[in-house]
């Protein structure tokens, strides 16, 4: 999933205005790469690159370090790009179209599959864009927080705008069960642990009731079919069965 | 969109199983507020609570500092929740569902449009949920990471859960249980039920492999969780245990 250190890059390049921290622009890369995203790009960068406190931050993200660039100023920066997009905070006193974090994703890849390279700007730490940076823009985004309390560091905004890129890309069904590949259950398996359950419990007091045995028996059974068990379970199952009947049994004798 | 300092709080309950960093608890409140979400929990937190570092890192999330709970170990954490879900980075070695972090949303939308209280259970920041913290839930959560680099941290998780969760608000809520309002089983009414199973295996031979048994014991929860049984049928599996150890010992009196 990862690129390669040259060559173009999968996904837009984030770009930070102005980023006070170095700390900021390490957990910046960091949360990137947790998505496939490698192509950062810095405006101005408060305190010079290399920075050894993102190099910390980043716990690991050299992939995207490596290739940073730093720029004078964010025309330079986004030369290359055709679909660009600004993050902000606050209402800005221009028209522009307003996206969701999600739906800024569709465009993303929408642009993208329309060979054209994209880009998503974020502001510095405290201020965010100046509202001369965020009219370069497309489009503005926008996290969803809760009006009491917009309360999201540059980094967290980086890893939101990351992931959902990440998740525009398919929309393919999620994987099942876990555990090695273990083998469901066919009907006769299951069937014939039902039997034998039933079987035991028609030697106790417990499916006596004639009249509502047949709907003790179903509700037993959905509740063991719901589960959806496995090969091993059900022969797990005939194991519990064959002990907790033997038990009383072998204490008696 | 935050709640009432007291009361039932929107949306799922965040349960922290022994964090270790202060600065970790703070940063999930934070990110949990700017979703919405307030009920935070802690499992034995290793430097206890209150906890100063927590406070300076949650940036003003006191309306979820103020409730959060402390509880000895997760069962009592969860007693009072219906639908569970638990965080993983890794495979486990039982059956149970894993959801992406959307289709978690969307299980949490649909569980508390049915009065489901819910809630999200988190490891250690470096180990994770222990296998018989995870198997407690009924569907695993993961992130997807790049293969090559998954390296998100506690608080980021929080953050996408509570993320997802938000934006799940509008997705209509999907399927869930027939059987004409039939209470689906608390945890704690689970926790009974496994004791009293357990308890019974042990007096048989079938648990007695010690090495073998955690895992045992393990991979019946999982199966008895993933049919999510209702309060009826927990009573009718407390019956079915209880019939099948007596039934050999009436037998031989």
Redesign the interface.
Known sequence: ??APASGPAPGPAIVLVAPQMGENIGAAA??M????LVDLRLVRPRDGWPNVKAVAAA???T?VLDRVRVHGDLAAAIADRRYVLATTARPRDFVKPVLTL?EAAVRLRAAEAAGQPTTVLFGPERTGLENDEAVLADALVT??????????NLA?TV??VA?EW??AADASP???????G?RPATREELMNFFAH?ER??D????LSNRQQRPS?VR??RA??L?????EQ?VR??H???A???????????
């Open positions: 999933m990862t960091r949360a790469l947790n998505f496939g716990v690991g993200a992939v999600r996290v969803p927080t809760n009006p009491d309390f917009g309360s999201i967290q890893l939101l992931y990440r998740q999620a994987e099942r069960f876990e555990a090695g273990a359950l035991e419990l030697r106790t007091p417990f003790m509700n037993l509740l063991f719901r589960a959806g068990p496995t379970e797990t199952l194991g519990v069965v002990e907790l009947a033997r038990r009383g049994a072998d204490e008696a004798g």
